[in-house]
């Protein structure tokens, strides 16, 4: 007899993970586990199983012939049971519900509200409600169980936060309309040296503000930081009120403010991640889905990217 009835939801769930990371370190993070008890649980379901499922060298982690055939089954088994869930959900009165959804800028920028039109046509009876927080916040709230799903940059922590990369960006100069440096076609860290930076702050933006000083001293010079905010829109706003220049995401293009000009990068600052968060142990039975449906709306907006559509 095949041994189903030794394995376990949570077994499927972490191979597939790890079959998506091929990093067991990633893929902790992202279930917000720790990789020893990652590692058990994929050597137990092995063992249940009876095959190994994954080639692992210190370097690399790929899976096997018989890893790549459960690939396929296991995200079979899992979209089935979530289907059976909905179907009893609806069997017994659970047709309707509210999605709290959290979220940075660039998410309403990019691919959020395709991801948004889907899910509301399969589920016209779910409420959606969305609010603009920087990430902090929006962990904060997740924590607090005041919103369902975050569109936040990557968590340093992420204990009982699971999340997947749907986004990835570089940077742009966002430079006084008048500025000498607006007449150039694209710019370098050393063109700022005598720049006052408009930046975030470090509270909400710890990673960035590393980013931005490391390309100033290979430049030969530490940034004169004049302000520190927590929202991009307030960095573009100072700089076209002419308080500075400011290092910012790509995606504020997409959202021009009369007065300032955004130039590229000859020294492109390490693309940031956005991902999708949601609890482990989240009780809104809508969740699930949704994530679903980002990660479609993600992937066509990579394909549109790639294919050189607007």
């Known amino acids: ?53 994954f080639d692992r060298t210190t370097r690399t982690v790929r899976l096997t012939p018989a890893g790549t055939a459960l690939y396929d089954h ?36 990019t691919f959020m509200s395709a991801a948004m039109r889907d899910f509301a046509s399969r589920n016209p009876q779910v409420r959606l409600d969305m609010q603009i927080h920087t990430t902090e916040e929006q962990l904060a709230l997740l924590k607090d169980r005041r919103i369902d799903v975050a569109f936040v940059r990557p968590p340093r922590t992420a204990a009982g936060i699971a999340y997947r990369e749907v ?13 000498p440096l607006a007449r150039k076609p694209d710019l370098g860290f050393a063109d700022f040296r005598d720049q006052r930076f408009v930046t975030y702050s470090s509270i909400v933006g710890a990673s960035y503000q590393d980013v931005v000083i490391q390309h100033c001293r290979k430049a030969g010079y530490r940034p004169n930081v004049v302000q520190e905010v927590s929202h991009t829109h307030t960095i573009v706003t100072m700089v076209a009120a002419g308080i500075g220049i400011g290092i910012v995401p790509a995606w504020v293009e997409l959202t021009p403010m009369r007065g300032v000009v955004y130039r590229p990068l000859t020294e492109l600052p390490r693309a940031v991640a956005l991902v999708v968060a949601w609890r482990e142990d989240s009780m809104n039975p809508f969740v699930r889905d949704f994530v679903d449906c980002t990660l479609a709306a993600a992937r066509a907006e990579a394909a549109r990217r790639a294919g050189g559509g607007d």
């Open 1 to 53: 007899m095949l041994p189903v009835e030794n394995i376990e939801i949570r077994h499927l769930r972490y191979f597939l993970r790890v079959a998506e990371e091929l990093h067991f370190g990633r893929a902790a993070e992202m279930l917000g586990v720790s990789q020893a008890p990652l590692s058990q649980q994929i050597r137990q379901l092995e063992e249940r199983i009876g095959v190994r499922l």
């Open 167 to 179: 986004h990835r960006e570089g940077f742009v100069a966002a430079l006084p309309a008048e500025s």
């Open 74 to 109: 296991a995200q079979e088994v899992l979209s089935t049971l979530e289907g059976g869930i909905r179907s009893a959900q609806a069997a017994g009165g659970l047709t309707s519900g509210t999605l709290k959804l959290g979220a940075v800028y660039v998410a309403v920028f």
